[in-house]
């Protein structure tokens, strides 16, 4: 009798266990192969154009620093870099906690992460916008 109880209690949680883990894997798996679907921009093509996807871009660490407009956070500004990409183009790549940025300047990395756009007052008047990644990984 003792037994049958046990058994009667076990075995539907043991069920939902298995449920459970099988979701959680195939839920995973599934966010694993998303989270690598980047499109890598190209030199002819502009970073505007891709506000709120997922791109990768290779890039340098800036040695000379341009004026950027500046993401804020609750907490200050977030973790970033400057990035030097396509010759002549300069972002600001910002870190979610628990991404290191990158710290070897002169060697070519591969930002993936997803464009946003800050835009305010710009120094002559009018409305000046720039574009900014909020960085996952870096290889």
């Known amino acids: 009798m003792y037994l049958t109880t046990v058994i009667r209690f076990l075995f539907p949680c043991y069920l939902l266990t298995l449920t459970a883990c099988a979701t959680l894997q195939n839920k995973t798996a599934g966010q694993e192969k998303k989270d ?4 890598t921009l190209k030199p002819d093509q502009s970073i505007q ?15 000379i620093i341009h004026q950027h407009m500046m993401k804020g956070g609750v907490n200050g500004t977030p ?15 910002y870190f979610k906690d628990g991404v290191a940025p990158p710290t070897t300047a002169g060697k070519s990395y591969r930002f993936y992460g997803i464009v946003g756009r800050i835009s305010g007052a710009g120094k002559g008047g009018g409305t000046y916008t720039e574009y900014y990644l909020d960085v996952v990984r870096v290889v």
């Open 79 to 93: 973790t970033h870099v400057y990035v030097d990409y396509h010759k002549s183009r300069q972002l600001v790549a």
């Open 49 to 63: 154009d891709f506000v709120g996807q997922r791109i990768c871009i290779e890039g340098q660490l800036a040695t």
């Open 36 to 39: 690598f679907e980047y499109t």
